[in-house]
């Protein structure tokens, strides 16, 4: 059985995650989505709500037989190894995310050499988007409809309304 393991911050997810999880999950047996916890980068939104989020949205895109989401601490080849995943899904967006993802994938590969790095390149719809932009525009009330899938967006609003930014 093919499994891989998609990790990220997804802070929040967004419609290029999507459309990873969506591809990715053609290649595999078993995607596994791996919400980071441990992150030294201070996330906006809890690991709950990440992981909430994307149920959401593998719930709506009838995705649950084959896709699950776990949250997980630590180094992520460990994670992905308690997984049995063969492979580390990661979506390359522009020739900016090229270095880091190369040496994350070189580092995972000398750490673990049984596990590889599959890349994704991202649509190019979906090549300027990043969770950082979606949560700068909703800070300041803008439009986000586009670029998150739809059922986490009042969500979204709601947690900066709630921290006082809109
Ligand atoms: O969505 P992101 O923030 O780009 O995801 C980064 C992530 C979660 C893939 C990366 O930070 C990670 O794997 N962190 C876990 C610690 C680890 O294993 N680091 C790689 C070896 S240095």
């Known amino acids: 059985m093919k499994i891989g393991v998609y990790p990220g911050s997804f802070d929040p997810i967004t419609l290029g995650h999507l459309d990873i999880i ?55 080849v460990d994670f992905a190894k308690a997984q049995n995943a063969s492979f580390i899904v990661r979506g390359l967006r522009a020739v900016t995310d090229f270095d880091y993802e190369l040496q994350l994938a070189q580092t995972n590969h000398k750490l673990v050499p049984e596990i590889d790095t599959i890349f994704f390149t991202t649509r190019l719809e979906y090549s300027y988007l990043s969770s950082s932009t979606v949560r700068e525009i909703a800070s300041f009330g803008g439009d986000i409809k586009q670029f998150v899938p739809e059922c986490i967006v009042q969500s979204v609003y709601d947690k900066y309304k709630a921290i006082g930014s809109v």
């Open 22 to 76: 969506i591809r990715a999950s053609k290649l595999v047996d078993h995607l596994v989505i791996g919400v980071l916890t441990n992150i030294s980068k201070k996330t906006i939104f809890t690991v709950e709500e990440r992981v909430r989020f994307l149920n959401w949205v593998i719930k709506e895109n009838n995705l649950e037989s084959k896709v699950k989401v776990e949250s997980f601490n630590g180094l992520l």
